[in-house]
């Protein structure tokens, strides 16, 4: 059964990387982290990738393997299309998420509520200046080339309850999530690279072929 919500999120993996310290010394952290994230993310003001979206379940099970595209350009416009295994299609102009299923010939739309814009999906296409005003981030180096970014959100409202970032040379590899139901995605990307994106809605398929 496909689930709109989760094409929204770009579902990811949890990770468990907490600050240590006092409380005045966890929030100069996470203000260095987040400053430092979104300096890596404001290079992805425009871009397209493929991408491979594995979902575990609480028991550890593999419950979906998906693959397709997706697109964004701040501030706002975001695309994700999925080819396999069910055709699906999402697409936000920073205002509403149009999700549409040509299996079903049916256009569902979204306002893009506070929750909603504090998803993984589009943290890739909004603005990234006040990530600490958001979430709690903390950071960490992995060797000479990669590092990674563990996202809490400060709302208990929030859609999800932990996002890890992680950057090879810069680039965004991956994203992982755990939602609020204890399940796990991974968000692999691949192939990253710009694109002029200008169409927004979800239904107008052809447009974005």
């Known amino acids: ?10 579902i990811t993996a949890f990770s ?10 966890a929030e100069d952290a996470s ?32 419950v979906q393997e998906s693959r397709g595209s997706l697109k964004a350009k701040r501030p706002g416009l975001f695309y994700w299309e999925t080819r396999k295994p069910h055709s699906q299609f999402v697409v936000s102009n920073g205002e509403t998420v149009e999700v549409y299923d040509p299996d079903l010939e049916q256009v569902t739309i979204h306002n893009l509520d506070d929750r909603v814009q504090s998803t993984p999906a589009l ?33 208990p409202d929030s859609l999800f309850t932990s996002l890890r970032l992680t950057f090879f040379k810069g680039e965004l590899q991956e994203m992982r999530m755990q939602d609020s139901l204890a399940q796990l995605s991974v968000l692999s990307f691949d192939r990253i690279r710009p694109v002029s994106y200008t169409h927004l809605r979800a239904h107008e ?4 072929l």
């Open 205 to 208: 398929t052809d447009s974005y």
């Open 1 to 10: 059964m496909r689930v709109s919500a989760k094409a929204l999120w770009l």
């Open 31 to 62: 203000a260095k982290a987040a400053a430092d994230l979104s300096a890596l993310l404001k290079n992805y003001e425009s871009f397209q990738s493929d991408f491979i979206q594995i979902v575990v379940n609480e028991n550890g099970n593999r």
């Open 123 to 155: 943290l890739l296409s909004g603005e990234v200046d006040n990530l600490e005003d958001t979430y709690r981030v903390s950071g960490r180096q992995i060797g000479d080339n990669t590092r990674e970014f563990t996202l809490e959100p400060r709302s």
């Open 16 to 25: 468990a990387l907490i600050s240590v310290g006092t409380p005045a010394m």
